[in-house]
Every structure is written in C-alpha cells, then in structure tokens.
C-alpha cells in the first residue's frame, strides 16, 4: 500500500513511525514532513492547502491512502475535493470531510451540535463585533474566571482565561476589534469556567462503529504550574490515572455514543478521528471542545501504547470494516515532554542547530519524535516553536517521566526551553 501523510509536526512524525511498521506499507510519504518523518519515509515539498499539487502527486505516484493529520486542510474541505473527484476512485481518506471538521472549524457549529444532542457542555454565548457591547454585558452574568475563545483554528492558542473583568473586556477588543486571531477571532464563544480536571478521549469512527484509543492528558500552558500563555501543548500523559470505570461509562454513554449517531442525525458522514477534549467535574465528563484529528502532543503517547497495527487500523476504517478491527493497549504509560524554542509562543529564532539527536535509545524505553525540525547539509535545525517531542515509556508515572527527561537532558540547541513539571499533578494523585 502506497501511502501520502499530510503534515509536519510531532504528530505526523508518531504517526509515520508507527505506520512504518507495517506490513501493509509499500511506500510512505509525508507532505511536507520534517527532519524526522525523514528517516522512515520520502519527504514531498508540498503545500498542505494546495489540493490540486497534492491531487497530481497522489495520481503520479499510485497512492491507495491518504491520511491528514492537521486541522486546516480538513476545515478547508481537502477530503471533499478527494471524495468527489472521479480521478480518485478507490482512494482511502482518512479524515472528516469539510461539514464533520467544522466541529473544530467553528466552536458555536460545535457548541449547537452539542445542544441539539443533549451533549453535557458548559453554558455559553456567541459575539461579533457588532454585538461586543451585550458581549461585555454577558461577562455580568457569569461567575469569573471567564473563558474567551476565538471561534475558529487558531493553533491552539485561541482560549483566553482570566478571573478580571477588565481583562476579559480587553481581550474582546483584543479579538473582535483588534483582529487578534485574524479571521478566527470574527466571532467569540464565551463560556461559564468548568471546575475540574482535563482529559483527551480519542475515538476513530466510520459514522457507524467506533474505537477508542487510550486518554491522555495534556498541558497547554507554556509555564510551570499551568502558568503563562496557551501553546500547542507543552508535554502529555497517557494513560491518566483519574478515567475510572465510572467516568469511562459516563463519557461512551453520555458523549461519544451521543455524538456519533448526532452526526448520523445530521447527515454527517464521518471518517477518522474525534478527539474529544473533557473536563471531569466531580465525576462527570463535560465536553471542552472538540478536534476532528489526533492531538499533538497527544499523539506522541498515544500511538507508541498502540500495540496492534495502525495501517491496518487505517485500511479497516477505509473499507467499512473497522468494527472487525481489534485495537491492543499496551498497560505501560509513556509520558513527552516537548522541548520549544525560546520565547515560544510568542517570538523564537529558527535555524538554530539540535545536537543529540543520533544518541542511541532503547526503543522500549524511549523515542525521539520530530515537530519543529528540518534538515540541511547533514545538520538538524529548529524549524519551528515546538521542536522536539521526547517520549519515555515505563511500568508507571514516575518510571516513564524520568525516561523523558533523560532525553531532555541528552537533547540541546539554543534557548532550549520546555517545562520540569509534565505529569507532576498526576503523580500526586496516584500517591
């Protein structure tokens, strides 16, 4: 099987590793890849939004499966100019096409889905610019912190919360008026503050059966103690002590059950991953949002505790098949721990030279994935804000944790800045 992989970051590199694996594959290539994706696979310069170069490259070079890891090209409709092109007959898609990723797209689309599926969610609001006065009226009726967040794709950083008013005011000039997040921000979903702890559910679905990968947690945070602005995730955990029986009942019967045949009511047609992004109040799930693909830096735990062959995985959910599929867990946790350029997410350098790279690993220990990184004359450079993902795998927290930071330590390049705390909480709880 010839297979094309959309994307350039941790999770394309997770994704690449593990499909390279199987005995499925022929050929891998990865558009546009990174310095890693590299070594397992043929690196396609590409534009991820240019859908009719990529539709060339899929006919030239006999490609049986597309798989697209991140958000843009799946709100942006790559799946429907695949889906409906007779050119492409028999080619497997992996992803929603464009009306299923506006669960991601479009955060008031996700938050009305919700509502019309009984779908436990906090309450909420939607402003524009030509209502930003009764925005700042809404603020009075809600009980602080307040969560502001811009509409569509804004690389995860898009959520702003804050217990002052005046801050929160601010921020709505910030997005409606000031264009902080371009077209994203056009419009805000407000929301009541959620007390509680977050976790990730990943579930691969073809509209009718499903699969539910292990949970894993996540820090957006760019500062230790959850302090500082929101990234595209500083480190993750997997799996995460706190999904007990009950709140796993709780999220397949309330949730995930409900959203799939919501989507199925709607007429929807869905094809690939949902990630569901949940707070656990007392001991009940709320939905936080949803994506219509795997999470990164989630993916760098979750796919090395997937025992069973992902391609296959893939190859059933393409042919109908997936409620045959038989996913393996493996019982260990894996813990990352992402190394970011300095001043991420804010302003960072790129070109900066990474050494340690070529340190030899113990693969059942410990993998080095690539997000921010790019090769040139023999030399792997920072490409990026996120650079590195460092995975350690292990019996427990603690075991899986100093495995990652060993490979921290092994790992420099230039204002190298990343967080000692990943997992610490978790660890806590398991005391």
Same mark, same amino acid.
Not at 385 to 394: E, K, N, Q, S
């Given at each position: 099987?010839?297979?094309?992989?959309?994307?350039?970051?941790?999770?394309?590199?997770?994704?690449?590793?593990?499909?390279?694996?199987?005995?499925?594959?022929?050929?891998?290539?990865?558009?546009?890849?990174?310095?890693?994706?590299?070594?397992?696979?043929?690196?396609?310069?590409?534009?991820?939004?240019?859908?009719?170069?990529?539709?060339?490259?899929?006919?030239?070079?006999?490609?049986?499966?597309?798989?697209?890891?991140? @958000? /843009?090209?799946?709100?942006?409709? !790559?799946?429907? =100019?695949?889906?409906?092109? $007779?050119?492409?007959?028999?080619? *497997? %898609?992996?992803?929603?096409?464009?009306?299923?990723?506006?669960?991601?797209?479009?955060?008031?689309?996700?938050?009305?889905?919700?509502?019309?599926?009984?779908?436990?969610?906090?309450?909420?609001?939607?402003?524009?610019?030509?209502?930003?006065?009764?925005?700042?009226?809404?603020?009075?009726?809600?009980?602080?912190?307040?969560?502001?967040?811009?509409?569509?794709?804004?690389?995860?950083?898009?959520?702003?919360?804050?217990?002052?008013?005046?801050?929160?005011?601010?921020?709505?000039?910030?997005?409606?008026?000031?264009?902080?997040?371009? @077209? /994203?921000?056009?419009?805000?979903? !407000?929301?009541? =503050?959620?007390?509680?702890? $977050?976790?990730?559910?990943?579930? *691969? %679905?073809?509209?009718?059966?499903?699969?539910?990968?292990?949970?894993?947690?996540?820090?957006?945070?760019?500062?230790?103690?959850?302090?500082?602005?929101?990234?595209?995730?500083?480190?993750?955990?997997?799996?995460?002590?706190?999904?007990?029986?009950?709140?796993?009942?709780?999220?397949?019967?309330?949730?995930?059950?409900?959203?799939?045949?919501?989507?199925?009511?709607?007429?929807?047609?869905?094809?690939?991953?949902?990630?569901?992004?949940?707070?656990?109040?007392?001991?009940?799930?709320?939905?936080?949002?949803?994506?219509?693909?795997?999470?990164?830096?989630?993916?760098?735990?979750?796919?090395?505790?997937?025992?069973?062959?992902?391609?296959?995985?893939?190859?059933?959910?393409?042919?109908?098949?997936?409620?045959?599929?038989?996913?393996?867990?493996?019982?260990?946790?894996?813990?990352?721990?992402?190394?970011?350029?300095?001043?991420?997410?804010?302003?960072?350098?790129?070109?900066?030279?990474?050494?340690?790279?070529?340190?030899?690993?113990?693969?059942?220990?410990?993998?080095?994935?690539?997000?921010?990184?790019?090769?040139?004359?023999?030399?792997?450079?920072?490409?990026?804000?996120?650079?590195?993902?460092?995975?350690?795998?292990?019996?427990?927290?603690?075991?899986?944790?100093?495995?990652?930071?060993?490979?921290?330590?092994?790992?420099?390049?230039?204002?190298?800045?990343?967080?000692?705390?990943?997992?610490?909480?978790?660890?806590?709880?398991?005391?």
């Amino acid at each position: 099987m010839n297979v094309l992989l959309i994307g350039s970051g941790g999770r394309e590199h997770a994704i690449a590793w593990k499909i390279s694996q199987s005995s499925l594959l022929s050929n891998l290539y990865v558009a546009p890849g990174n310095a890693g994706t590299e070594t397992l696979a043929t690196n396609v310069d590409l534009d991820q939004m240019d859908f009719a170069s990529i539709g060339r490259f899929v006919r030239k070079h006999n490609i049986n499966m597309l798989i697209v890891g991140p @958000e /843009a090209p799946l709100v942006g409709g !790559i799946i429907d =100019f695949f889906q409906d092109s $007779e050119k492409f007959e028999g080619l *497997i %898609t992996i992803g929603p096409r464009k009306a299923g990723a506006m669960l991601e797209g479009s955060k008031d689309f996700a938050k009305e889905f919700m509502l019309r599926h009984n779908i436990p969610t906090a309450d909420y609001a939607t402003f524009t610019s030509d209502n930003i006065k009764k925005a700042k009226e809404f603020l009075l009726e809600l009980t602080p912190p307040y969560v502001i967040k811009a509409d569509g794709l804004a690389a995860g950083k898009g959520v702003i919360i804050t217990s002052d008013r005046a801050e929160a005011e601010a921020t709505l000039d910030d997005i409606l008026i000031g264009n902080q997040f371009g @077209e /994203a921000g056009s419009r805000v979903v !407000i929301e009541q =503050f959620m007390e509680g702890i $977050e976790v990730s559910y990943f579930v *691969i %679905t073809d509209g009718d059966a499903y699969r539910i990968l292990p949970s894993a947690k996540d820090y957006k945070r760019v500062g230790e103690g959850d302090t500082g602005p929101n990234t595209g995730g500083m480190g993750a955990v997997s799996p995460v002590p706190f999904v007990d029986a009950e709140f796993h009942t709780k999220t397949v019967n309330q949730i995930i059950i409900p959203t799939i045949k919501g989507l199925k009511e709607d007429k929807i047609p869905y094809n690939g991953f949902i990630f569901i992004g949940l707070m656990k109040v007392g001991s009940d799930p709320y939905v936080v949002e949803f994506n219509t693909r795997l999470g990164d830096p989630e993916t760098e735990v979750v796919l090395p505790r997937i025992k069973s062959d992902l391609l296959h995985m893939f190859d059933s959910l393409g042919s109908g098949m997936l409620s045959e599929y038989d996913l393996q867990i493996d019982d260990r946790v894996a813990t990352t721990v992402i190394l970011t350029s300095g001043g991420y997410p804010e302003s960072y350098d790129k070109g900066l030279i990474i050494d340690g790279l070529n340190n030899k690993l113990n693969p059942k220990e410990g993998i080095i994935f690539h997000a921010g990184t790019k090769a040139s004359r023999g030399k792997v450079h920072t490409n990026g804000g996120r650079v590195i993902a460092c995975t350690g795998l292990g019996a427990n927290i603690d075991r899986a944790l100093e495995r990652s930071y060993k490979i921290v330590d092994s790992i420099n390049f230039e204002k190298k800045q990343y967080r000692k705390d990943i997992g610490e909480d978790l660890r806590k709880s398991e005391e």
